[in-house]
């Protein structure tokens, strides 16, 4: 089965500090640069377990499966993570906490991003 298949999601990926123009004198405007539509698809994973004396608590992390020609620099955002019909998967303003690699046998298969969530979508900072 193609990887492209599964990626049945698509999100906004905001690029920051990118030249968006230039001032009447020359000198370079830099701004956020947002692509969208990205093909993507997002899943949750509980991965750690937290044990103390209360009890144990299951960490989830959302993850972003991206193709591998989807460079995602290390101060994107990553919004509007929806699906085909335009219902939302993941709400809010994302970081991509860590991007990992994953090869097939020869080359780059895809990207595996850990999510960390920066802000509701209304802009609300989470605490």
Not at 20 to 35: N, Q, S
């Amino acid at each position: 089965m193609r990887f492209e298949r599964i990626l049945t999601h698509r999100c906004t990926i905001v690029i920051t500090d990118q030249k968006i123009g230039e001032t009447e004198y020359g000198k370079p405007i830099y701004g956020e640069l947002p692509v969208e539509d990205v093909p993507c698809r997002a899943d949750q994973i509980k991965r750690r377990a937290s044990v103390d004396q209360y009890g144990v608590d299951f960490i989830t992390e959302n993850i972003l499966f991206v193709g591998p020609d989807q460079q995602i620099p290390s101060d994107a955002k990553i919004k509007d993570i929806r699906d085909l019909r335009e219902n939302t998967i993941l709400q809010g303003v994302y970081s991509p906490e860590n991007v990992r690699p994953v090869y097939s046998k020869v080359r780059l298969h895809h990207y595996e991003i850990t999510l960390q969530k920066e802000s509701d979508s209304d802009g609300e900072k989470e605490s």
